[in-house]
């Protein structure tokens, strides 16, 4: 049974962090780009960050440049998303995603998995 399991959410003040961990299974996880897409009340679910299990490649949106690094430890199966300096624009719920491995930069069609999702709440 493929499986990813989000973990890290909370809630955290605006300048605080979070590292957010996705635990794959079920799959091999170096066949597959992996990250995070989040979605906020009323708004579309967009891409936050993707890593090449294969070459490590990243992917960042624009708008957390500079303040999130994704990682992964392939012994473990996991990604981790480091987020530092968070807004209250960063609030959403997290999902973790795999998906086609012949691009860093994910798109919702090319998921294959999904996780359930994590919430990250940011107070101003």
């Known amino acids: 049974e493929v499986q990813l399991v989000e973990s890290g959410g909370g809630l955290v003040q605006a300048g605080g962090s979070l590292r957010l961990s996705c635990a794959a299974s079920g799959f091999t996880f170096d066949d597959y780009t992996i990250g995070w897409f989040r979605q906020a009340p009323g708004k579309e679910r967009e891409g936050v960050s993707f890593i090449s299990s294969s070459d490590g490649s990243t992917y960042y949106a624009d708008s957390v440049k500079g303040r999130f690094t994704i990682s992964s430890d392939n012994a473990k199966n996991t990604v981790y998303l480091q987020m530092n300096s968070l807004k209250p624009e960063d609030t959403a719920v997290y999902y973790c995603?795999?998906?086609?491995?012949?691009?860093?930069?994910?798109?919702?069609?090319?998921?294959?998995?999904w996780g359930k999702g994590t919430l990250v709440t940011v107070s101003s």
């Open positions: 995603a795999a998906g086609d491995p012949r691009t860093v930069e994910l798109d919702l069609y090319g998921v294959d998995y």
